[in-house]
């Protein structure tokens, strides 16, 4: 009879378990959004199609502003391989290409990525960069809060700075040559990024006490140990400008 009622019991056991380990596999996983889509459109006129990464490389052609193109290759910090739209590839300097990130609306740009000649010599130079964080900060899989997260940056250690970006989106608009234009951030000594006619500009309005309206995002890549991954730069204002030794800087020469 306790024979019976030992064996009874394991079966009882045994069907706890199972049903315990079925709940949990039945448990949705946690999903994370992947990249929006993204359209990559050269920023220039006369722009040089070359054959290789590098100015060594002989031009074949030109893109004209407003150019679509699709990234093939962005292993290179400076150049870019691209698709036409006739199929061939061809190299391009990073500093043309703006991104435009579309949502459900496919009709307006949800987020745009301004070009990196937009932004000056400044931020360009911040691919030099090492950043020394006082905490830690999560890094993200792309440059969206709704990504995955990836790895962290200890606190009180250096990372070198792999990718930059200033995500921004439509502000408000404003009369600029004699038409209705949407700024999109301000770009200092009087020059705006703006969008019109369904493309990115950049132009000369003579005065800084614009209102752009925007959203404009600092975003930045950084290699650690594991890998690579995206911070946003004013969710770490605070940590960042914490006072020396703190800080995204120039490494120090040896």
């Given amino acids: 009879m306790m024979k019976k009622v030992c ?27 992947p990249p929006k889509e993204r359209v990559t459109v050269v920023m220039g006129t006369d722009v040089y199609k070359r054959t290789g990464p590098g100015t060594n490389f002989q031009p074949n052609g030109f893109y004209q502003h407003g150019d679509r193109v699709t990234i093939v290759d962005s292993s290179d910090p400076n150049w870019v391989q691209v698709e036409n739209a006739d199929k061939s590839k061809s190299w391009i300097m990073y500093e043309y290409l703006a991104q435009y990130i579309y949502g459900q609306d496919k009709s307006t740009p949800e987020t745009i990525i301004l070009p990196r000649r937009c932004l000056g010599e400044a931020m360009v130079d911040i691919l030099k960069c090492e950043v020394f964080p006082k905490a830690e900060i999560q890094l993200y899989k792309y440059a969206d809060v709704s990504s995955e997260i990836v ?5 009180e250690k250096k990372y070198p700075v792999v990718d930059y970006e200033i995500h921004t989106s439509l502000g408000n608009e404003v009369s600029f040559k004699n038409k209705k ?24 309005f003579g005065t800084n006490k614009l209102d752009d309206g925007s959203k404009a ?9 594991t890998g690579e991954g995206w911070f946003r730069y004013i969710d770490h204002v ?4 914490a006072g020396k030794p703190y800080g995204i800087w120039f490494p120090k020469e040896k």
């Fill in 7 to 33: 064996w009874v019991l394991l079966i009882i056991l045994c069907m706890v378990l199972i049903g315990c380990r079925s709940q949990n596999n039945d448990k949705p996983k946690k999903e994370y959004a």
């Fill in 238 to 241: 605070k940590d960042l400008h």
């Fill in 181 to 204: 234009v949407r700024l999109l951030a301000y770009l200092g000594e009087g020059i705006y990024a703006y969008y019109a006619n369904g493309l990115t500009h950049k132009g000369d």
């Fill in 217 to 225: 995002a600092d975003w930045i890549k950084v290699k650690t140990e």
């Fill in 151 to 155: 790895g962290t940056l200890a606190a």
